[in-house]
């Protein structure tokens, strides 16, 4: 059945948060014109953090949002549970915005966090809310090389006594062989740092890992390249039919030694474009692993989190992507919080869930990270109009 759109007309209510001092009355209303699947209700969490990035809870239902460009994670408190955060404390500050604070992982009583050249773990001793002991685990001596290039948005994963991390490729394809670089990978290590492990290669820039439910998966979504066609779409005068439209974005499920094709295959197992000189092209196709579920090429589809939670119909099991949407199709792809269905493990479908794209061209947010709330409705970061949504399933 195709879903009813509506236009949301209603508002928040009053938003009252503060930095340092007393609450502040703040009316924030969501803008006009994002488009909400029915029997959903979407609300304004948190407002007036700049740039929001990365989101992670901690205990006592403390959210955590990495702020990279300010070099802080500022802890979050809805102190009455309405779904409105109404306090803002910075847990960490005063990292250097270049070094990117950015993936997040609340594990055995410390925030875990990483930057472009570390990863390190903090705690609150004395009940402030701000971190007063930090540790590194990983420095730049163990971590992929530093501040070049882009994709330098280091993901973070905790699972069964390990840390799982990853920094993208440096530029949009680097025409160079798989051991060139420590970047493009997943590395494993010990909780101590020690043990560091290969997990796995050819990936192009995968923001955030998340373990399935029930199981010890993976899993991730991964950007799709751009300019995949420029040697083919040469006349300005025809556009780029081709690179509109190629290659998908990638959810992939990571495997220990798996090659996930970047940049010389995409999709599913498709040649990039751009090396179909390359002698070993055949050969790395043969070793790719094809992704789980393709999403449209270009919606920069950014970050995802598996639901655990029973408040949201048939949902467990299920992932929600935050889809920031990219710059290098013609017509505006992305903006979106979107829901992939999952049946036996492996994805069957998708939904939109909330779009930010007005009229298909006025951008209204883009959607950076997802995370599960405690009552079960779904955060997700904006860092387009600097604020965390939450979307609630209400009835239907
Ligand atoms: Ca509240
Ligand atoms: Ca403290
Ligand atoms: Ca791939």
Not at 31 to 40: A, Q
Not at 156 to 171: A, K, N
Not at 347 to 375: H, S, W
Request: proline fraction near 6%; charged fraction near 25%.
């Amino acid at each position: 059945m195709k879903p009813r759109c509506f236009f949301s007309t209603f508002a928040a209510g009053v938003i009252a948060f503060s930095l340092t001092g007393p609450p502040l009355a703040r009316a924030a209303t969501l803008p006009t014109g994002v488009w909400v699947r029915e029997g959903y209700e979407l609300s304004i969490a948190v407002d007036g953090i700049k740039i929001p990035r990365f989101l992670a809870l901690g205990p006592d239902h403390t959210l955590f949002v990495s702020v990279p460009k300010e070099g802080k994670i500022v802890a979050c408190r809805d102190r009455d549970g309405d779904g409105s955060y109404e306090t803002q404390t910075p847990f960490v500050s005063g990292k250097l915005p270049a070094t990117i604070l950015q993936g997040m992982q609340w594990h055995d009583g410390w925030l875990w966090f990483a930057q472009l050249n570390s990863v390190s773990k903090a705690r609150d001793l004395d009940g402030d809310g701000k971190a007063d002991e930090e540790v590194q685990i990983l420095g730049p001596d163990q971590l992929p090389t530093g501040a070049r290039g882009g994709h330098m948005w280091r993901a973070l994963l905790i699972h069964r006594d390990r840390i799982y991390t990853h920094v993208g490729d440096q530029t949009n394809a680097t025409d160079e062989p798989i051991d060139a670089s420590e970047r493009r990978k997943i590395w494993s290590f010990a909780l101590d740092g020690s043990g560091k492990k290969l997990f796995a290669s050819g990936i192009r820039n995968t923001e955030k890992l998340a373990v399935r439910p029930g199981s010890d998966e993976i899993w991730g979504v991964d950007h799709d390249v751009d300019t995949m066609a420029a040697k083919l779409e040469v006349d300005k005068q025809l556009g780029q039919p081709i690179t509109d439209h190629n290659p998908s974005a990638e959810l992939n499920h990571y495997v220990e030694g798996g090659f996930y094709g970047h940049p010389w295959i995409v999709g599913k197992n498709q040649p990039n474009l751009n090396f179909l000189s390359e002698p070993k092209l055949i050969e790395y196709a043969r070793m790719a692993t094809v992704p789980e579920w393709l999403m449209p090429a270009h919606c920069s589809a950014n970050a995802l989190t598996f639901y655990r939670g029973d408040k949201i119909p048939h949902a467990h099991g299920d992932i929600f992507v935050a889809q920031k949407g990219g710059w290098n199709a013609t017509a505006k792809v992305g903006y979106c919080l979107s829901r992939i269905l999952f049946e036996n493990g492996h994805p069957y479908g998708e939904l939109k869930m909330v779009n930010f794209l007005k009229g298909g061209t006025e951008i209204l947010g883009r959607p950076a990270d997802c995370t599960q709330a405690p009552d079960g409705s779904i955060l997700f970061s904006d860092d387009f109009g600097h604020k965390v949504y939450r979307l609630k399933y209400v009835g239907k």
